[in-house]
């Protein structure tokens, strides 16, 4: 069995308020879910209204399949106009990690 992981570091367009916040992130979160079949949820800067971390993650047994959805999900976030992706972190778990 392995675990991938990806988490996503955002920084958000015109966006003034942590309503407005809400507004461009939950939208994210849930086509990442919908559209890859993911667990994926805010995970840091949420006192911040520009920026967001955004973690994924995929369990499988296939490696090569956890390393297909990563990267289709981490493409699909690069071509999200009302986000800049200031940087991308991918590891893989397997059961051989302590």
Excluded at 33 to 40: D, P
């Amino acid at each position: 069995m392995f675990v991938g992981t990806l988490s996503f570091d955002l920084l958000l367009g015109d966006v003034r308020s942590l309503k407005e916040k809400r507004s461009v992130v939950r939208p994210i979160v849930a086509e990442l879910h919908r559209k890859f079949a993911v667990s994926v949820a805010e995970v840091d800067h949420h006192d911040l209204y520009r920026r967001a971390e955004i973690g994924v993650a995929v369990v499988s047994g296939d490696l090569g399949h956890i390393n297909d959805v990563l990267g289709r999900c981490e493409r699909w976030m690069v071509a999200r106009p009302e986000v800049d992706l200031l940087s991308a972190r991918q590891r893989i778990h397997g059961d051989e990690d302590d």
